[in-house]
Nanobody, 123 residues
Framework: QVQLVETGGGSVQPGGSLRLSCETA????????VGWFRQTPGKEREGVAR???????AYADSVKGRFGLTLDNTKNILVLQLNSLKPDDSGTYYC?????????????????WGQGTQVTVSS
């Protein structure tokens, strides 16, 4: 099994930045897809950014150009940089992992979750 531990959430004004980190431990070699999701009360969890461990990141349309996803494979740390934040970006952010599929790393493959970290964007 793999363990995911998120840090770095907080409160920020619109236009501000935050950096979320996810430290992975355990059987990380079995999970080649890593990424971040977010959820707000009353809404379904949605994918934000994802990547194959040995490939490049992909982003939801709502965050393209503002968020950046990077992975340090040697340290097994996944970082999501959040820039130009908007109130709609508020929510609980979850680090996630899943198995690589024939089509790559679709949102549906993610089935291991961290405990979540809160992001609040408000003036």
């Amino acid at each position: 099994q793999v363990q995911l531990v998120e840090t770095g959430g907080g409160s920020v004004q619109p236009g501000g930045s935050l950096r979320l980190s996810c430290e992975t431990a355990g059987s990380t070699s079995q999970y080649d897809c890593v990424g971040w999701f977010r959820q707000t009360p009353g809404k379904e969890r949605e994918g934000v950014a994802r990547m194959y461990r040995h490939g490049g990141p992909a982003y939801a349309d709502s965050v393209k150009g503002r968020f950046g996803l990077t992975l340090d494979n040697t340290k097994n740390i996944l970082v999501l940089q959040l820039n130009s934040l908007k109130p709609d970006d508020s929510g609980t952010y979850y680090c996630a992992a899943g198995h690589y599929q024939s089509e790559g790393c679709p949102w549906s493959t993610y089935n291991v979750w961290g405990q979540g970290t809160q992001v609040t964007v408000s003036s």
